[in-house]
């Protein structure tokens, strides 16, 4: 059984907006901080944005910071990643991931502190 699986990934315009999700199983969801991460090819891997176990601290990049907002439904096991004003240098393979310890705004984008890891899901941004 996969963990975590994303969803919500496609195509769309510049400026335009997609909205991901991550459905968890298998696991204790509501005890995990869950982080969107990305990887393209030029930039490698990034963190784009955190959520803790009980979603009262979020964090963002600067790249996506005022576009981008994480959510969680703790009751669907789910986290969300609303993408607006999205841009070319946003496309990516877009990856959930969970981490059972506690996250803070030094740590939540160290991509080595996830336990488990979706698979991935593509957007595509055209300019």
């Known amino acids: ?3 975590l699986v994303e969803s919500g990934g496609g195509s769309v315009q510049a400026g335009g907006s997609l909205r991901l999700s991550c459905a968890a199983s298998g696991f204790a969801f509501d005890s995990y901080a ?3 991460f990305r990887t ?3 930039k490698g891997r990034e963190g784009v944005a955190c959520i803790s176990s009980i979603g009262d601290s979020t964090f963002y ?3 996506v910071k005022g576009r981008f907002t ?3 439904d703790n009751a669907k ?3 969300y990643l609303q993408m607006n ?3 070319p240098e946003d496309t990516a393979v877009y ?3 969970a981490d059972f310890e506690a996250v803070s705004d030094g740590t939540w984008s160290e991509y080595w502190m996830y336990d488990l890891w979706g698979q991935g899901t593509q957007v595509t941004v055209s300019s």
Do not use: F, H, M, Q
Request: aromatic content about 8%; charged content about 30%; some cysteine.
């Open 85 to 87: 004003s999205l841009k």
């Open 1 to 3: 059984e996969v963990p």
């Open 77 to 79: 096991n789910t986290v």
């Open 61 to 63: 990049s600067d790249s």
């Open 34 to 36: 869950i982080g969107w």
């Open 70 to 72: 994480i959510s969680r």
């Open 40 to 42: 393209d090819d030029e």
């Open 95 to 97: 990856y959930c991931a």
